[in-house]
């Protein structure tokens, strides 16, 4: 039996749709080993780090084992962000750890995610992502944006008036972005993040779900439910 403290430990802002609505994808979560970053992955994340680099070095030279897609990709996101940033952001930080504890008092203290970049300006908080993949990523209740932007505002509500929340995706060189109110923000993560948190130490199971978010699932190679449908992937 899998301890639940640990099945809520193995929650990531990244999985948190699939796992929030399937139980069995949850204890996959935690009882399957991680595979290797296959190589989109990992150039996923040096474009991160590289985009970090320049945020903080304008005279960085990009390393030239990199095509002029992904180096028009971190340049332009860079400046994205630096025209939010301005002369006049409150707050403006690249690769921000958030604390997942506001989420649910399970998880242990030190268990965070990271944001690409945050900032404050005119009372208004800013979450941008970016995103260095080809699948088209939705905005509207993405839940690893949204949990974000929740932690992001936890963090500074006592020390910032945030009227509204900016949560904005970096993607094939543009910026696409959708404005929330405080309120609804909250409802949402109150509704369908937090409550399934703690419905995990409550019920003996929790829907499991076929869905669009199965690719993304650790057991989809193991899962039943899974291969039976594959017809509808
Ligand atoms: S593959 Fe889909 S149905 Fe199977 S455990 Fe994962 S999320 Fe649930």
Excluded at 98 to 121: H, N, Q, R, W
Excluded at 194 to 203: K, R
Aim: hydrophobic content about 35%; some cysteine; glycine content about 2%.
């Amino acid at each position: 039996m899998i301890n639940k403290i640990d099945l809520i430990n193995a929650f990531r802002p990244s999985v948190a749709k699939h796992i929030l609505t399937c139980y069995k994808a949850f204890e996959y979560e935690y009882t399957e080993e991680d595979t290797p970053p296959n190589e989109y992955a990992e150039k996923g994340i040096k474009l991160h780090k590289i985009s970090e680099d320049l945020y903080n070095n304008p005279k960085l030279k990009i390393d030239n084992t990199f095509t002029k897609d992904d180096i028009n990709l971190v340049k332009g996101y860079v400046y994205y962000i630096k025209s939010i940033a301005g002369e006049n952001a409150d707050i403006a930080e690249v690769e921000k750890k958030v604390y997942l504890e506001k989420l649910s008092p399970y998880f242990y203290k030190d268990k965070y995610g990271t944001i690409d970049f945050v900032a404050i300006k005119n009372n208004k908080l800013y979450i941008v992502d970016l995103k260095t993949g080809r699948t088209n990523v939705i905005i509207k209740d993405n839940y690893q944006l949204y949990i974000y932007a929740y932690l992001a505002y936890c963090e500074y509500k006592n020390n910032y008036n945030i009227n509204n929340i900016r949560v904005a995706i970096y993607q094939y060189n543009r910026e696409r972005y959708i404005d929330l109110k405080v309120d609804e923000l909250i409802t949402f993560i109150q509704n369908n993040i937090i409550v399934h948190l703690d419905n995990v130490f409550i019920a003996t199971s929790l829907p499991s779900t076929v869905q669009l978010t199965c690719k993304w699932c650790k057991g989809k190679t193991i899962c039943k439910e899974y291969l039976d449908n594959l017809s509808l992937f």
